[in-house]
């Protein structure tokens, strides 16, 4: 079980890193069906705006989502909203550390406010943005 509201406090914070692989990205777009050639065409990509195949931004707000739904608040969580801001593109072996940082909380209402955000291997903001969400609750016996 995650932590509860009552748990959690503000400052809190945990990250979750991956290096992402070509094997990465191809999966996720069989996942989603979301096959642009951005993302699964080399050749195409060299003629794109970045030069080379990137990451799904999606891809990316997953690394947040692992965060959150393993460590802070963690499992039994659930998502109310979630915004972003896409800085940069991921590319195949760019590593990225996704970190969430407990800002604010709301025991009576049972949310919590946290600051998420990931980097790549240059320490670089890759996306920045903020979540909102409900912890699980204390099972009372």
Not at 47 to 59: F, R, W
Not at 111 to 123: F, P, S
Request: net charge negative.
């Amino acid at each position: 079980m995650g932590k509860t509201v009552e748990e959690l406090n503000v400052g809190d914070k945990a990250s979750f890193t991956k290096t992402v692989t070509e094997y990465d990205i191809y999966s996720f777009a069989g996942v989603s069906g979301d096959f642009n050639p951005s993302h699964t065409d080399a050749q195409w990509a060299q003629n794109s705006t970045y030069g080379k195949v990137i990451g799904h931004a999606v891809l990316n707000m997953g690394f947040i989502s692992n965060v959150l739904g393993t460590q802070i608040p963690g499992p039994g969580v659930i998502y109310v909203r979630q915004t972003i801001q896409y800085k940069r593109p991921i590319f195949v072996d760019d590593t990225i550390t996704a970190t969430v940082e407990v800002t604010q909380k709301d025991e009576a209402k049972n949310r919590v406010w946290l600051h998420t955000w990931t980097v790549n291997q240059n320490d670089e903001i890759v996306a920045d943005g903020e979540a909102i969400m409900m912890p699980p609750r204390k099972i009372k016996r």
